[in-house]
């Protein structure tokens, strides 16, 4: 069965304290994994998308890789702003057309 | 450009009654999916419209159902509420095939 594990769960970071969130996935035939960052109370928004092993994408402060068992987001000199909770989400198979999100890592950067 | 909207914001209902949940999609999008977020979770796959025909369906028991209308709006339903059907209820849209998809506020859905 296809499955998505994030970690860490919680990450506290200072201001300026550069990091590295995971995202594991175990599935068949991915088409794409997923980044998406979700503030309290409101719908996730879109960050990236990564189709292939070695492919990067950055965005200011964040930039995500993906390997073929995982994909990792790294956030440069943070700031309080980008506290969040970021979400990974795999789209696998050739009949499926959902995505499958892991729990997400909620994020505190403190000034 | 207009996102995702959802209607209702918020609701409340009683165990046992019927809800329907309204999304219309980005302009040109033709896809839309539902989600349900449960509080510190992750968003779990409901169903994927496209072309106003089922492309996909989660685990959801057949209380839920949805539909998507020839202007590519949606609607998702769900019968017998249970306490347990509390939850964020996100829509969201991609302009061909579920990915990438974006999606709206989310309707907050209380079953009391």
């Known amino acids: 069965e296809d499955q998505v594990t994030q970690s860490p769960e919680a990450l506290r970071l200072q201001e300026g304290e550069s990091s590295s969130l995971n995202c594991s996935y175990t599935?068949?035939?991915?088409?794409?994994l997923f980044w998406y960052r979700q503030d309290p109370g409101k719908g996730p928004e879109f960050l990236f998308t990564?189709?292939?092993a070695g492919e990067e994408k950055e965005k200011e402060r964040l930039k995500a890789t993906l390997t073929k068992k995982e994909s990792f987001l790294h956030i440069t000199a943070p700031k309080p702003e980008d506290s969040a909770t970021y979400l990974c989400?795999?789209?696998?198979?050739?009949?499926?057309?959902?995505?499958?999100f892991g729990a997400g890592t909620r994020l505190t950067v403190k000034p | 450009d207009a996102g995702v909207t959802q209607s209702p914001t918020h609701l409340i209902k009683t165990r046992g009654q019927h809800v329907t949940l309204r999304c219309s999609p980005i302009?040109?999008?033709?896809?839309v999916s539902w989600y349900q977020q449960v509080l510190g979770q992750g968003p779990q796959f409901i169903f994927q419209?496209?072309?106003?025909?089922?492309?996909g369906r989660g685990n959801f028991p057949d209380r839920f159902s949805a539909r998507q209308f020839p202007n590519y709006s949606s609607e998702l339903n769900v019968n017998a509420l249970l306490l347990g059907d509390s939850a964020l209820y996100l829509c969201?849209?991609?302009?061909?095939?579920?990915?990438?998809?974006?999606f709206g506020q989310g309707t907050r859905l209380t079953v009391v």
């Open positions: 302009s040109g999008h033709k896809s």
């Open positions: 990564l189709y292939s």
């Open positions: 969201a849209s991609s302009p061909h095939g579920p990915s990438p998809a974006f």
């Open positions: 419209y496209y072309e106003k025909e089922e492309r």
């Open positions: 599935v068949s035939g991915l088409r794409g």
């Open positions: 989400a795999v789209q696998a198979g050739y009949n499926n057309n959902d995505m499958r």
